[in-house]
């Protein structure tokens, strides 16, 4: 690494995929970028997560943020290397019943009214599009422009590509603390921007404390090589009342083929868990989840579980934009079980504001201001139903 300069436009603290992406988009708007990551870029929650990009419509921001982003990846897919193993398998949600079955129903309206392609699965039509699901099932819905990825190597593509512009990566150092236009790292540097960005996902909190963000760990596990087992990203439509509970661990059945063979298997959810080992408990759960909708899968062998940490804030959006009461201060964070999904809109945000461009989307539901910083480190998480 050569010797950093002091002075940039912007400073982006974290090499996840949020913070490689959010440097990359202002360094392409033509804004001299400073990229810190103490460890590797893309080994925190960029590593260990599942790398579905999907369009999702809890909210009509949610729906905004994730569409936009996904249409960013096919872009941007069309650059990556092989081995991002980018691939538009599309998602099926898969009714058990008939409330789940209406539930996809909707889903479906929702998604055809602003223009993205589903389509209803009939039992039969399920089982011929996943044979290896159980018998017995509703129905389900196909989302075909969903993709899947290998988000750590995303991640280390998009920081080659900043430096390859000018913009410079500075690894091995942590971000010790920001001050107005200023961030200090642990070796005694103090860098200086009139933009910082603190996209340490879960991590953030340690930079900027009064911030809603809090840990939400989950397990994930592999599999050896079993092409064609699983052909599309398979969620339980249940995961969606799960996935929304805050107070209680959660396990749903979420699987995705990978290019290699490979079947990820997921996922869990856990509150007030910063332990990092895997919960064997919970980890049998998942995978008794994942049986409970295909049989077979007991019959293959998972080589590695892992665990991970979400940035969950309070209202399932992320945090984009200025930290009131500090005009240098951005935040890049927050984005929960869709950070992979949203980088690239997260992204596109921050650099039109730094470079004064109107963006695609609006920022405001996505703005820390909508949060009572000052307090809102003891502000409790609230559940939402589906
Ligand atoms: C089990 C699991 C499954 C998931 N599945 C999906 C999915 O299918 N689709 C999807 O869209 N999202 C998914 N996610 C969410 C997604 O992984 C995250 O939202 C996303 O990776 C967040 O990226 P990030 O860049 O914000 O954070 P991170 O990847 O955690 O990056 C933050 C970086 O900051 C660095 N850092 C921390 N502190 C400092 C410091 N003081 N100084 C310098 N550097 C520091 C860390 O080393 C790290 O590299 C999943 C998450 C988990 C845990």
């Known amino acids: 690494m050569s010797s950093p300069s002091q002075n940039y436009d912007v400073i982006v603290a974290g090499g996840g995929i949020v913070g490689t ?57 069309e650059t990556l290397p092989r081995n991002a193993e980018f691939e538009t398998t599309g998602t099926i949600w898969v009714a ?47 989302v075909s422009e969903d993709a899947v990825v290998y988000p750590p190597v995303v991640a280390l593509h998009l920081a080659r590509e900043l430096q390859a512009i000018g913009s410079e990566l500075i690894l091995g150092r942590s971000i010790v603390h920001f001050a107005t236009g200023e961030a200090h790292l642990d070796d005694g540097t103090c860098l200086r921007a009139p933009r910082l960005v603190n996209a340490l996902g879960a991590e953030a909190i340690a930079c900027t404390s009064n911030i809603p963000v809090k840990k939400r760990k989950g397990h994930l596990a592999i ?85 991970g940490f979400r940035a969950a804030t309070p209202d399932k959006l992320p945090l984009i934009g200025p930290v009131p009461g500090d005009p240098s201060l951005w935040l890049a964070t927050g984005h929960e079980g869709l950070g992979i999904t949203t980088a690239l809109a997260s992204a596109e945000l921050l650099a039109c504001e730094f470079s004064g461009t109107v963006p695609p989307i609006s920022p405001t539901p996505y703005l820390p201001a909508r949060f009572d910083l000052a307090s809102s480190a003891n502000t409790p998480m609230h559940q939402e139903t589906v």
């Open 21 to 77: 992406a959010c440097a990359l988009a202002c360094a392409q708007a033509g804004l001299h970028v400073a990229l810190v990551e103490r460890d590797i870029i893309g080994g925190g929650a960029t590593a260990a997560g599942m790398g579905h990009i999907v369009v999702m419509d809890d909210s009509e921001a949610q729906f905004g943020l994730t569409r936009r982003s996904q249409q960013l990846w096919h872009t941007l897919a």
């Open 223 to 307: 599999t050896d090589r079993y092409s064609g087992f699983v052909r599309h990203q398979l969620v339980e439509l249940g995961y969606l009342k799960s996935a929304h509970s805050v107070t209680t661990d959660s396990v749903a059945f979420n699987v995705q083929p990978r290019k290699t063979g490979q079947i990820l298997i997921g996922s869990s959810r856990q509150y007030g868990n910063d332990d990092s080992r895997v919960d064997q408990a919970i980890l049998s759960s998942m995978l008794q989840r994942a049986q409970f909708y295909m049989p077979r899968i007991a019959a293959l062998n998972i080589i590695r579980v892992w665990t």
């Open 96 to 142: 058990a019943d008939q409330e789940e079955l209406a539930e996809a129903e909707r889903k479906h309206v929702y998604l055809q009214q602003r223009s993205v392609p589903s389509q209803m699965l009939s039992p039969g039509e399920l089982a011929m599009a996943e044979p290896n699901l159980r018998d017995g099932l509703a129905g389900g819905l196909l």
